[in-house]
């Protein structure tokens, strides 16, 4: 994991190669962005949750925005992760924005019935940015 | 008559993402629109994971067929696990039997065209969906 704002902060974590872990870190105005990538394995989702709250303690940030737009496919099994994340962003007083979400993974999700409340949508990174700062200050 | 055949053991989270990362590309090939790849492709996941959960293996077997309402997937996964002993009550929203909120089946059964599923226990489970190309 590694955690960037001009290059800084580094999770120890990412000094053991044999973690799997590529969770890549952008702060943005005091934004922490997350880029979701298709996982490779379960793995990915489990470890996402510790990175991120690690990441949020560490850096402080009150706004976490998830960027879906490389995720083709999130199944029940996967929101119940990404729920786990934000819930637990929430607890850290982080408000959640997800952003970029396909229009495929959009109908999925709704369809499969998942728990959609607890967190704002934006339609990319861009519009996520924006509404931060309109919509949730500094 | 099938336009193409795909058939893959399922023993682990690798064998899932194989076989969906197939049944995307068949797809694509046949020209099925983002929607109802998605659609697929999510339901698909759906019940391969429960292979996984429930089963520990199994198999997924899925072609693209034509009738006379033009191009369709077929896909079947089944294993030879526990079975679900009331499929009706797990098609239900809300019904879990391992501690996850069971939305699986009923999700499967809203985005897809005809879902069966068919369940001994002691012998296996089998669930099919269909999905006509829009």
Redesign the interface.
């Known amino acids: 994991m590694t955690v960037r704002e001009s290059g800084v902060m580094q999770d120890p974590k990412s000094n053991n190669p044999s973690d799997g872990t590529e969770t890549a870190f952008n702060i943005i105005d005091g934004r922490l962005i997350v880029t979701l990538h298709p ?4 793995f990915y989702f489990d470890s996402l949750c510790d990175d991120v709250s690690f990441a949020l303690g560490k850096s402080g940030c009150g706004v976490l925005i998830m960027d879906a737009t490389h995720l ?6 996967d929101f ?1 992760r990404l729920r786990r994340v934000i819930d637990v962003a929430a607890l850290m007083g982080t408000k959640t924005i997800i952003a970029g979400v ?4 959009a ?2 999700i709704v ?4 728990d959609i409340g607890g967190f704002s949508t934006a339609l990319n990174l861009k519009s996520a940015l924006r509404f931060a700062d309109t919509e949730i200050g500094p | 008559m099938p336009i193409t055949r795909k058939r893959q053991i399922i023993k682990s989270e690798t064998d899932i993402i194989v076989a969906l990362s197939k049944l995307r590309t068949m797809l694509e090939g046949v020209g099925f629109g983002e929607l109802q790849i998605s659609s697929s492709v999510t339901a698909a996941s759906e019940l391969l994971r429960n292979i996984e959960k429930y089963a520990g293996s199994g198999w997924v077997q899925f072609d693209v067929m034509t009738d006379s309402r033009g191009p369709y997937l077929e896909f079947t996964a089944t294993d030879h696990g526990p079975g679900i002993a009331d499929p009706e009550q797990a098609m239900a929203d809300h019904f879990s039997s391992s501690g996850t909120l069971g939305l699986g089946l009923p999700g499967v059964k809203r985005m897809v065209d005809d879902f069966t599923l068919s369940s001994d226990i002691g012998v296996g489970t089998t669930a099919s969906f269909k999905l006509w190309k829009g």
Not at chain 1, 39 to 42: E, G, N, Q, S, V
């Open positions: 996982k490779d394995d379960d083709e496919l999130i199944d029940d099994w119940q396909r229009p495929g993974v109908a999925s369809e499969l019935g998942c």
